[in-house]
Nanobody, 123 residues
């Protein structure tokens, strides 16, 4: 099982970035995919999720209206389009996969995790 997050970098506030999560080694089409982030000295927090069939998405209040999650099951990939980035979005971003069909907002709802990609937003 592998989840590879990529696309992070150093950007200025107000700009955009798109993260990608590439999955392999499990049945991608039957798993929901979530993005979490962890800033230095803080707990890992939920950012967004897309259901197994792409029919449902959920977002943390802090990113709602700025971030968009999507999936391409033909490529086994999930994307997180991050717009109007803020300094407080700075964190390591992780993608994770869950078999839970409900509202998977907690880290322990997820079965598999990627290694993370650093996003740094400067003012």
């Amino acid at each position: 099982v592998q989840l590879q997050a990529s696309g992070g970098g150093l950007v200025q506030a107000g700009t955009s970035l798109r993260l990608s999560c590439s999955a392999s080694g499990f049945t991608f089409s039957s798993h929901g995919i979530g993005w979490f982030r962890q800033a230095p000295g803080k707990e890992r927090e939920f950012v967004a999720l897309v259901s197994w069939n792409g029919g449902r998405t959920d977002y943390a209040d802090s990113v709602k209206g700025r971030f968009v999650i999507s999936r391409d099951s033909s490529k086994n990939e999930v994307y997180l389009q991050m717009n109007n980035l803020k300094v407080e979005d700075t964190a390591i971003y992780y993608c994770a996969a869950t078999r839970y069909s409900g509202l998977a907002l907690r880290a322990y709802d997820y079965d598999y995790w990627g290694q993370g990609t650093q996003v740094t937003v400067s003012s």
